[in-house]
């Protein structure tokens, strides 16, 4: 029998939900929001009821829901052909390829097309051990690499592991989390101990020759820790004098985000290898690896990637790219992300609760504490339904799940920053209110 209205919809829609898909399908909010349709910065429930979208598909929605310039170039795609796999040339594919050769620092010249990060991801491991001929990998603490069994393993999260135990080959060196610097530091006293910690890991926990670092320039699942100016720089010099190469995982930091089109440069790193998906297509399934000619040449197969490629995701990326250059959302992710970062540490001064803020454009990060830096999920959760309740969706992530991940498309507005700053003051607010002991932090 169908449903009659609105609330009955919901209901049903999650209880079928519950019974036909895994478990591990998780939802936001204690009551889902079962989402109809998106315009811009917005998204707009079953009930038209609107909501600023402050995380954009997991930084993935790059220039706003329904872009009619994207749209229009999938349509147009997909009434010629949709799907013709890597056995035929089209051009798409390689006009994309071009551009990210023109758009990639250094020597990255050569790519592979696969439909998610952590296809990339893993071809990228590939490709590093066919060209050095070692087979160790070196990976962050904090990361996140994706859900197959070697990108599980790469990850540094015990809950994104699900349990499972890793493969052999890789190992987890220390991370720049500066705001629980492993070596008991302040970020004042930092000497790049986690930084040079690099060399001591190679030398004590591998065969001392290695394949490769893979590396976020900003942490995304991890909860956007971002390390300080010099870190990758060091890494990248100790890497490469064991014989290894650096991948670059711009799977969340890539194409603007962060205020330039790739994280790494802002830390004048080269890699030798760069992954992609997210943001490339505003929604479109795809992945992608870039690499050196060097590199490149050692990765002969026979190899293939079912849907890499896809026609249809090719357009898309193709246009996005076109969008943020002639729109200059580069820019507008400096400018948007600077008055977001403003923002969030005004409210930081003014609701300690606010432990940590970081990142950079408009991939903003805040950490939630009690007293002592204490990790505070239960006020990010808090948090979560009373911004939901003002129209504002934001997401979140961290080992301890005490992050909320601000990460709005590229073309929002001034008038849309000072708004959801708006909504979090006032759910700061509501939370002081409700937890007087709050009142107390320093």
């Given at each position: 029998?169908?449903?009659?209205?609105?609330?009955?919809?919901?209901?049903?829609?999650?209880?079928?939900?519950?019974?036909?898909?895994?478990?591990?399908?998780s939802?936001?909010?204690?009551?889902?929001i079962?989402?109809?349709?998106?315009?811009?910065?917005y998204?707009?429930?079953?009930?038209?009821?609107?909501?600023l979208?402050?995380?954009g598909?997991?930084?993935?929605?790059s220039?706003?829901?329904?872009?009619?310039?994207?749209?229009a170039?999938?349509?147009?795609?997909i009434?010629?052909?949709?799907?013709?796999?890597?056995?035929?040339?089209?051009q798409?594919m390689?006009?994309?390829?071009?551009?990210?050769?023109?758009?990639?620092?250094?020597?990255?010249?050569?790519?592979?097309?696969?439909?998610?990060?952590?296809?990339?991801d893993?071809?990228?491991?590939?490709m590093?051990?066919?060209?050095?001929g070692?087979?160790?990998?070196?990976a962050?603490?904090h990361?996140?690499?994706?859900?197959s069994?070697?990108?599980?393993?790469?990850?540094?999260?015990?809950?994104?592991?699900?349990?499972?135990?890793?493969v052999?080959?890789?190992?987890?060196?220390?991370?720049?989390?500066?705001y629980?610097?492993?070596?008991?530091?302040?970020?004042?006293?930092?000497?790049?101990?986690?930084?040079?910690?690099?060399?001591?890991?190679?030398?004590?926990?591998?065969?001392?020759?290695?394949?490769?670092?893979?590396?976020e320039p900003i942490?995304?699942?991890?909860?956007f820790?971002?390390p300080?100016?010099?870190?990758?720089?060091?890494?990248a010099?100790?890497?490469?004098?064991?014989?290894?190469?650096?991948?670059?995982d711009?799977?969340?930091?890539?194409?603007?985000?962060?205020?330039?089109?790739?994280?790494?440069?802002?830390?004048?790193?080269?890699?030798?290898?760069?992954?992609?998906?997210k943001?490339?297509?505003?929604?479109?399934?795809?992945?992608?690896?870039?690499?050196?000619?060097?590199v490149?040449?050692?990765?002969?197969?026979?190899?293939?990637?079912?849907?890499?490629?896809?026609?249809?995701?090719?357009?898309?990326?193709?246009?996005?790219?076109d969008?943020?250059?002639?729109?200059?959302?580069?820019?507008n992710?400096?400018?948007?992300g600077?008055l977001?970062?403003?923002?969030?540490?005004?409210?930081?001064?003014?609701?300690?609760?606010?432990?940590?803020?970081?990142?950079k454009?408009?991939?903003?990060?805040?950490?939630?504490?009690?007293?002592?830096k204490?990790?505070?999920?239960?006020?990010?959760?808090?948090?979560?339904?009373?911004t939901?309740e003002?129209?504002?969706?934001?997401?979140k992530?961290?080992?301890?799940?005490?992050?909320?991940?601000?990460?709005?498309?590229?073309t929002?507005?001034?008038?849309?920053?000072?708004?959801?700053?708006?909504v979090?003051?006032?759910?700061?607010?509501?939370?002081?209110?409700?937890?007087?002991?709050?009142?107390?932090?320093?």
């Open positions: 029998m169908q449903a009659t209205d609105s609330d009955t919809q919901s209901d049903t829609l999650l209880s079928r939900k519950e019974k036909y898909l895994v478990p591990g399908v939802t936001y909010y204690d009551e889902p079962v989402m109809d349709h998106g315009d811009g910065c998204l707009y429930d079953t009930e038209n009821r609107q909501y979208d402050f995380f598909g997991i930084l993935t929605v220039v706003g829901h329904a872009h009619p310039r994207i749209n170039a999938i349509i147009d795609q009434n010629k052909v949709t799907h013709i796999s890597t056995l035929y040339l089209h798409s390689v006009d994309l390829a071009e551009r990210l050769a023109h758009l990639t620092p250094g020597g990255l010249t050569m790519s592979f097309f696969t439909s998610s990060g952590t296809e990339a893993e071809t990228a491991i590939t590093a051990r066919l060209a050095t070692a087979y160790e990998v070196i962050l603490r990361s996140y690499s994706g859900r069994a070697l990108a599980m393993a790469l990850t540094g999260q015990s809950p994104w592991r699900l349990g499972l135990a890793g052999p080959g890789v190992t987890h060196a220390m991370n720049a989390y500066c629980r610097c492993p070596f008991g530091k302040r970020p004042d006293q930092c000497g790049l101990e986690c930084a040079k910690d690099m060399e001591e890991t190679i030398r004590t926990s591998t065969a001392g020759r290695i394949a490769a670092v893979i590396a942490q995304g699942v991890g909860g820790i971002t300080p100016d010099d870190y990758f720089a060091e890494v010099r100790i890497v490469r004098k064991y014989g290894g190469l650096f991948i670059a711009e799977v969340q930091t890539g194409f603007g985000r962060t205020g330039k089109w790739f994280g790494i440069e802002h830390y004048g790193v080269e890699p030798e290898l760069m992954t992609f998906a943001g490339l297509a505003n929604g479109m399934p795809i992945g992608a690896v870039i690499a050196t000619r060097e490149a040449e050692s990765y002969r197969g026979p190899t293939i990637s079912t849907f890499g490629g896809n026609p249809a995701s090719m357009r898309a990326a193709l246009a996005t790219l969008v943020m250059t002639e729109q200059q959302l580069m820019e992710a400096r400018v948007q600077q977001l970062r403003d923002g969030l540490e005004e409210l930081q001064r003014q609701y300690p609760v606010f432990g940590d803020v970081r990142g454009g408009l991939m903003q990060g805040v950490e939630f504490v009690r007293a002592n204490e990790p505070a999920p239960d006020l990010v959760a808090e948090f979560f339904e009373l939901k003002h129209g504002l969706l934001v997401g992530g961290g080992l301890y799940g005490n992050t909320v991940r601000i990460t709005p498309p590229l929002v507005s001034e008038a849309q920053v000072k708004e959801a700053l708006a979090m003051k006032h759910a700061l607010e509501k939370m002081y209110e409700t937890h007087p002991e709050l009142k107390h932090m320093q």
